[in-house]
């Protein structure tokens, strides 16, 4: 009698040696439908392959969901870079994916390394596979990566293929022949004659899954049997063949795509979760355990079959295992998993426990949708008993600028607050209310003092709820621009933050402390009084520094250096941005990357280098940002500048207005300042002589009333001439004269900053060895993939970077990648 052995492994030669080449490049993709046996393969090469071998397997769409994962594959490799990369988030804009690339490629890989990605067709998203096409170009020759996926991987495969980055293994490689088709089924104890052979090739065309099954069907009954569909194949030669105790317990756990013994215990609850485990993976190949991740997954084929079985059952059942799957997911801490099969569950009082939990922290505009889904849908009955959970949930609305939907459950809150008996509780939800209102009342000082003030008395102490990781200045690198919203009161408003920032850090225990010494001191360097600029900024560093209060630093640090480039002291300036971006990144608070970005763009666009000022700022791609709405007309003040530097005149005339529009929501005045001088500028450069005064004349009355003279001196390359000519017309005499004093002093020394970069600071005055270096830099090589080529030391490539950055007058890899690309344009 034969003795069969369904489970043996048979991976075809053309896979095998497909699957040697993996080591020959930097990704390999394996595209094929599901059950052909790619990740079968990908197992059972890797087990022999002598490599540190990292697997994810994708679970479903979510982006924040897959770099959580991802993370915990690199932190196996270095934890604090996890750190970062977690702290950073999702490689979802241009700026983020370079930081992450930085982290990354900044590891070393003493040893072949493998990141195999599973079921990646599930993630479909274009910034992720954009992140590894650039991972991939930049990665250490240790570094291998795997995607797994039944669907093209990406519409520049072919390209990244013709280049030598990518190796490509399709369904033809996974397809049987006849031939083997015989020796499969002979490893496993089968034998088949040619004519059987023959006909199980045209029944299944070589797929794997279909061949698996009918083998199946031949052991049980002697014969092959071609059922209509694959699930009635399945139900035939798996699923009636096991007890009704093991497919009650495949009913609780194939939700899941893969899952830890813990995790089935959970689920099943009873002792023999265990023992029933070892049955599955011992009766048939579907069901396997991988011992570095410690999981257990069931084949898709399997667990499309036995999720239709679920999906048949009655309601009640389904909510019942939906819902222990939100108590595990709860247990572990995995509070987006938890709501979701709460949801499922249609346990919404559940839900919004989980959602109090975790006071809506692991929310972000990802999983926007999802939430709003969810509050749309929970009875207002629960959403009652739960008034702390629609608390965060109305921040979040003001945060996706949801304004109508806030404003009707801000009033639905407000009365199912005051009903609460508990009158100590009832001040408390109102007072965290009172203190989440005042962001709504941005940028008035005025309102948001009212409501700070009503905030405090409410609470009678700090907030239990208040996040304090987030940006108090919303990521903008100037206080001064984000509240100065009305002409002729600036001088109000600076008194009125004082006001404010001493109530608000009561609430806070010190969110913010500094931001009121730093608007004053815009406000002294905006109208030209550098001294008291500097004084006012040393306090502000002081008290933030003393608080912690990395934001409020970073805006003062940016207005240290517009003092520098006043003196025109550009190596002080430089120095200071770097110093920013090292508290960023040591300080791991990646929100402030954009700001960072903006305070260098600035930098540049003043002394008219437009190809230093960061891509995405100079080509107006706001979307490669992740920044707040806030921020929106400050990227635009310097994006502005980049289109004159540009000699985009028309463009800028055509999209001013978008500018002011922008400006105009709080509103924000020096954004109206200066788009009025960038169009006073782009006439003038077009002859358009009548509408270049008009435009600078509405500029001047903003501004004139507050004495703000910086906007126009920091453009006077560009208005000199329009400012003679409306003095000559006896238009604001005395301000105008005021600018052109102080413009005098600062073009000097800004013309000497220029002059000194051309002399001093040119490609020309790199040595052999620096210039070799920078250029590997600019083709986005790594530091250790540099020192190995050069057969040099990191430390020695890091080194000569400071040097290099310090010849070139530039602050940042990046700049030294596009003033390369610059060069062979030229």
């Known amino acids: 009698m034969s003795t069969y052995n369904p489970k043996a492994l048979y991976i075809r030669k053309p896979i095998r040696k497909a699957l040697e080449k993996v080591w020959e490049y930097p990704l390999t993709v394996i595209e094929a439908p599901m059950g052909y046996g790619k990740t079968t393969a990908v197992r059972e090469y890797l087990k022999n392959c002598k490599a540190k071998v990292l697997w994810q397997t994708v679970a479903d769409d979510s982006i924040s969901g897959f770099w959580n994962g991802f993370c915990r594959l690199i932190a196996k490799l270095n934890n ?61 020759p240790n570094l291998h990566i795997i995607v797994i996926s039944r669907e093209m991987f990406s519409e520049n495969t072919a390209e990244l293929m013709l280049k ?34 023959s006909a199980l090739y045209a029944y299944t065309e070589g797929w794997v899954s279909a061949l698996y099954l009918c083998m199946l069907s031949i052991m049980q009954e002697g014969r092959i049997e071609c059922q209509a569909t694959l699930h009635e194949l399945i139900e035939k030669v798996v699923y009636r063949n096991c007890s009704p105790e093991l497919k009650a317990f495949l009913e609780v756990v194939c939700i899941f795509d893969s899952f830890s013994l813990k995790q089935a215990k959970a689920m099943w609850n009873k ?26 997954q069931i084949h898709n084929v399997f667990t499309s079959f036995l999720r239709d079985l679920l999906d048949r059952q009655e309601e009640k059942k389904q909510r019942s295992i939906y819902a222990m799957a939100g108590e595990w997911y709860l247990s572990v801490r995995d509070y987006i998993n938890a709501m979701h099969y709460f949801y499922k569950a249609a346990d919404f009082d559940k ?21 709003l889904r969810y509050f749309a849908e929970c009875p207002t009955a629960i959403k009652r008993q739960h008034p702390l ?52 009342r941005y940028n008035d000082l005025n309102a948001m003092a009212e409501q700070a003030s009503q905030a405090s008395q409410l609470l009678k102490g700090p907030s239990r709820i208040f996040n304090s990781n987030s940006a108090w200045n919303f990521g903008a690198p100037s206080i001064l621009y984000l509240f100065y919203r009305c002409s002729g009161e600036l001088e109000k408003q600076a008194q009125q933050i004082m006001e404010l920032i001493h109530r ?20 002294y360097y905006y109208c030209g009084d550098f001294e008291n600029a500097e004084i006012n900024n040393h306090k502000a560093m ?6 912690q209060q990395l934001g409020i630093m970073l805006c003062a640090m940016f207005l240290q250096i517009r003092l520098a480039l006043i003196k025109g002291d550009l190596s002080s300036a430089l120095d200071v941005l770097q110093q920013m971006r090292s508290e960023v990144k040591k300080n791991r608070k990646y929100m402030y990357v954009d700001l960072v970005d903006m305070c260098e763009g600035y930098i540049y666009s003043c002394l008219g280098q437009a190809y230093k000022i960061p891509n995405w700022i100079l080509h107006g791609q706001l979307q490669e940002s992740r920044l707040h709405y806030p921020c929106y007309a400050f990227f635009n003040i310097i994006y502005g500048r980049g289109l004159l530097l540009k000699g985009e005149y028309t463009k800028l005339l055509g999209i001013a207005t978008q500018f002011i529009s922008i400006a105009s929501v709080f509103p924000h005045l020096l954004g109206h300042v200066y788009t009025y001088i960038y169009m006073a500028a782009a006439h003038y450069r077009l002859n358009h002589y009548q509408e270049g005064q008009a435009a600078l004349k509405k500029a001047i009355d903003i501004a004139a009333p507050d004495q703000l003279i910086m906007p126009f001196v920091e453009n006077g390359d560009y208005i000199s001439n329009i400012l003679i000519d409306l003095a000559q017309d006896g238009n604001c005499v005395e301000f105008i004269g005021h600018v052109r004093k102080v413009y005098a002093s600062v073009s000097k020394n800004v013309e000497g900053m220029i002059a000194n970069i051309e002399q001093h600071f040119g490609i020309t005055r790199l040595t052999a060895r620096e210039l070799e270096i920078a250029e590997l830099v600019a083709q986005g090589l790594s530091n250790h993939i540099i020192a190995t080529k050069l057969s040099i030391a990191e430390v020695t490539v890091k080194k000569a970077l400071q040097k290099i950055y310090a010849k070139l007058g530039i602050g940042s890899r990046a700049v030294l990648v596009r003033l390369f690309t610059e060069q062979k344009k030229g």
Not at 504 to 523: F, K, L, N, P, S
């Open 164 to 197: 030598g980055y990518c190796y490509l293994i399709d369904k033809r490689n996974f397809e049987f022949t006849q031939d083997e088709i015989i020796e499969y089924y002979k490893l496993c104890g089968v034998q088949l004659k040619q004519q059987e052979a």
């Open 389 to 440: 959970a629609v608390l965060f949930y109305v921040s979040k609305l003001f945060l996706f600028n949801e304004k109508e939907l806030y404003t009707v459950q801000y009033k639905e809150l407000i009365e199912d607050i005051g009903s609460i008996q508990d009158e100590e509780k009832r001040n408390w939800l109102l007072g965290e209310l009172a203190f989440s209102n005042m962001f709504t």
């Open 80 to 140: 604090q870079c996890a750190i970062s990369l977690i702290d950073l988030g999702a490689p979802t804009s241009s700026i983020c994916r370079e930081e992450s690339l930085d982290l990354i490629t900044g590891l070393v890989f003493s040893r072949k390394t493998v990141i195999v990605i599973d079921d990646y067709h599930l993630l479909s998203c274009e910034s992720i596979d954009k992140f590894f096409e650039c991972l991939i170009k930049k990665a250490h």
């Open 271 to 296: 002792d023999n979760a265990e023992v029933l485990l070892c049955q599955l993976v011992a009766k048939n190949a579907f069901t396997t355990y991988d011992n570095v991740s410690k999981t257990y």
């Open 504 to 523: 608000y850090c009561q609430i806070t225990a010190g969110h913010g402390a500094g931001g009121d010494y730093v608007m004053q001191a815009e406000r």
């Open 351 to 371: 839900l919004l426990t989980v959602f109090e939990l975790d006071r809506g922290e692991s929310i972000n505009n990802s999983h926007r949708e999802m939430l």
């Open 542 to 547: 002081y008290i933030a520094g003393c608080h």
